[in-house]
C-alpha cells in the first residue's frame, strides 16, 4: 500500500458503487479506516464485509447526501468509532443528463441535490470537525465535464462548476493550514453512471461511450489516494485523470 494512508480516518459518500467503491477497495488495503455511505445499504453491507474479511477496517451507514442529517450521522459515525476523521470524500452523484428542451426539472434537482447541496452538507458536517482537530481534508470528485462543456450535460456540468467554484473559494478562507482541499475531474471511467439516464437513446450511446474508451474507477481511487498520502502541509488541489484517447 502507499505509505500516507496508514490509519487515516476516511469518510466516502457514494461508496456503494464506481468510483466511491473502488476508493474505499484502494485506502483499505493501504490501511486506512474507511466509513462507507450510500443508499443502497445492502451493497455497502457486502462491501464492509469483503473489505474487513481481507483484513482491512470499514463501516458503513446508510446515507442520502441531499438530507444534512445523514452528514451529520456519517461524520459522527467515524468520531465515535475512531475519536477524528482526517478526510471526507464527496464522491456521491448522478448524471441524468438530456437537452434543456426536455425540461426534465425532476432531474435538474436531483443533480442539483446531490451533486451540489450533496457536497455542502459534507462541508457542513465535517468542517466543525475539521477545525476542532485542526485538521482535514475535503475531496470532491467533480468532472471533465465541467471543464469540455458539451450539450445534454447543461445541469450536469453546472452543478460540477458549482463544486469546484465553491472549493477554489473554500480553499482561499482555509489559508490558515487546517484544511486541505482536492477536486478530482474524471473523463470517462467505467461505472453504473450512465444507466441512470432517463432518455433510452441517450443512454445507450453515453454507455458506449464510457465501455469503449472508459478508464476502471481503480485509476480514480489512486488519484484519491495519492492526494491523501500527501503530508499535511502539501495540498494537490486539481487532479485532471481521463482516458489518453479522451477528446
Ligand atoms: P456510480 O453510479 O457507480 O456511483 C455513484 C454513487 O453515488 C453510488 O454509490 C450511489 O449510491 C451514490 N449516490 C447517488 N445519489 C446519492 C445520494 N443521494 N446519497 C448518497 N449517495 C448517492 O457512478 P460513479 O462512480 O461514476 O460516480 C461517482 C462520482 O464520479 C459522481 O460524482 C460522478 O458525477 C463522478 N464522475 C463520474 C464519471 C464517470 O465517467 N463515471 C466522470 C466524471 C465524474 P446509491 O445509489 O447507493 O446511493
Given at each position: 500500500g502507499l505509505s500516507g494512508i496508514e490509519g487515516k480516518v476516511v469518510a466516502i459518500t457514494g461508496?456503494?458503487?464506481?468510483?466511491?467503491?473502488?476508493?474505499?477497495?484502494?485506502?483499505?488495503?493501504?490501511?486506512?479506516?474507511?466509513?462507507?455511505?450510500?443508499?443502497?445499504?445492502?451493497?455497502?453491507?457486502?462491501?464492509?464485509?469483503?473489505?474487513?474479511?481481507?483484513?482491512?477496517?470499514?463501516?458503513g451507514l446508510q446515507t442520502d447526501v441531499?438530507?444534512?442529517?445523514?452528514?451529520?450521522?456519517?461524520v459522527r459515525a467515524a468520531t465515535d468509532q475512531t475519536g477524528r476523521l482526517d478526510v471526507l470524500v464527496s464522491n456521491a452523484g448522478v448524471a441524468r443528463v438530456a437537452p434543456v428542451a426536455d425540461?426534465?426539472?425532476?432531474?435538474?434537482?436531483?443533480?442539483?441535490?446531490?451533486?451540489?447541496?450533496?457536497?455542502?452538507?459534507?462541508?457542513?458536517?465535517?468542517?466543525?470537525?475539521?477545525?476542532?482537530?485542526?485538521?482535514?481534508?475535503?475531496?470532491?470528485?467533480?468532472s471533465t465535464s465541467g471543464l469540455k462543456i458539451v450539450p445534454n450535460q447543461a445541469v450536469y456540468a453546472a452543478t460540477k462548476n458549482a463544486v469546484r467554484t465553491f472549493l477554489e473559494a473554500l480553499r482561499q478562507e482555509s489559508t490558515d493550514g487546517v484544511l486541505r482541499t482536492t477536486?478530482?475531474?474524471?473523463?470517462?471511467?467505467?461505472?453504473?453512471?450512465?444507466?441512470?439516464?432517463?432518455?433510452p437513446e441517450l443512454r445507450a450511446r453515453a454507455q458506449e461511450s464510457m465501455r469503449s474508451i472508459g478508464i476502471p474507477a481503480d485509476a480514480v481511487a489512486r488519484a484519491i489516494a495519492f492526494a491523501i498520502a500527501q503530508p499535511d502541509s502539501v495540498e494537490i488541489g486539481d487532479i485532471t485523470i481521463r482516458p489518453t484517447v479522451q477528446g
Open positions: 461508496a456503494s458503487s464506481g468510483i466511491g467503491a473502488a476508493t474505499a477497495r484502494t485506502l483499505a488495503s493501504s490501511g486506512a479506516i474507511v466509513v462507507l455511505g450510500a443508499r443502497r445499504s445492502e451493497r455497502l453491507t457486502e462491501l464492509v464485509d469483503e473489505l474487513n474479511a481481507a483484513g482491512g477496517h470499514a463501516i441531499t438530507r444534512a442529517d445523514d452528514l451529520v450521522a456519517l425540461l426534465d426539472v425532476e432531474a435538474w434537482n436531483a443533480m442539483i441535490d446531490t451533486n451540489l447541496r450533496g457536497v455542502l452538507n459534507g462541508v457542513a458536517a465535517a468542517l466543525p470537525v475539521f477545525r476542532a482537530q485542526g485538521r482535514g481534508h475535503l475531496v470532491t470528485v467533480v477536486s478530482i475531474s474524471p473523463g470517462y471511467v467505467v461505472t453504473e453512471l450512465n444507466d441512470w439516464i432517463p432518455d
